[in-house]
Nanobody
Framework: VQLVESGGGLVQPGGSLKLSCAAS????????MRWYRQAPGKERELVANINIGGGYTNYADSVKGRFSISRDNAKNTVYLQMNSLKPEDTAVYYC???????????WGQGTQVTVSS
């Protein structure tokens, strides 16, 4: 089982990044997918959530209207489009897979996002 995040990097305030999380080794379409982030010295927080079909999403208040989560079950990939980035968005971003029925969850290794001028 693997979840591999990519797309992080350094971006100026107001800029955009699109993160990807590629899944393998499990039935991706049976798992709810989430993005979390963890800033230095802070607890990991839930950023966005998407259901197995992709038709239902929800977001942390701090990113509503700026971030968008989506998934492509044919490509076993979940995305996080991040717009209007702020310095406080700086964190390591992780994807997580949670089995919709029954037990099972997996984490990716994380990708660093730094928002700075």
């Amino acid at each position: 089982v693997q979840l591999v995040e990519s797309g992080g990097g350094l971006v100026q305030p107001g800029g955009s990044l699109k993160l990807s999380c590629a899944a393998s080794g499990f039935t991706f379409s049976s798992y709810v997918m989430r993005w979390y982030r963890q800033a230095p010295g802070k607890e990991r927080e839930l950023v966005a959530n998407i259901n197995i079909g992709g038709g239902y999403t929800n977001y942390a208040d701090s990113v509503k209207g700026r971030f968008s989560i989506s998934r492509d079950n044919a490509k076993n990939t979940v995305y996080l489009q991040m717009n209007s980035l702020k310095p406080e968005d700086t964190a390591v971003y992780y994807c997580k897979a949670i089995r919709a029925i029954g037990k099972g969850e997996y984490w990716g290794q994380g990708t660093q996002v730094t928002v700075s001028s």
